[in-house]
């Protein structure tokens, strides 16, 4: 699936996190396509949780907020992060991609008064 020029929407991304939480298609799914969803929900367990979003570091060093809010407002949420987004790199549809060097006090500190910034 390719995003059009303004990207995924809430609704869509939010299915695709759906899905790999474990809900399945309202669809019949062949033998093939039931192989092909158990292992892309493996491979992506570690970008989603049921209770919220996830800010996780990749076998590369990226590190990226999965927030699975579709296009606009990962970009609002990327203007508002400021210099905890990494300003060398693209937000995408399901994630912002944070300093590679980002700690955890570094991110309280940076996101305490975020919603005033909106």
Not at 47 to 76: E, K, L, N, Y
Request: hydrophobic share 45%; glycine share 12%; net charge neutral.
């Amino acid at each position: 699936m390719t995003p059009g020029l303004a990207g995924y929407g809430f609704e869509i991304t939010r299915a695709m996190r759906e899905v790999l939480l474990g809900a399945d298609p309202p669809v019949t799914l062949t033998p093939r396509a039931v192989e092909a969803l158990a292992s892309v929900r493996e491979e992506g367990r570690g970008v989603v949780h049921p209770r919220g979003t996830v800010i996780a570091r990749a076998s590369g060093g990226d590190v990226r907020w999965w927030t699975w809010a579709g296009f606009r407002a990962t970009a609002v949420l990327a203007a508002t992060l400021g210099g905890l987004a990494d300003p060398l790199q693209r937000f995408d549809d399901r994630y912002v991609r944070l300093q590679d060097d980002l700690t955890p006090q570094a991110w309280r500190d940076g996101t305490a008064d975020a919603a005033s910034r909106l």
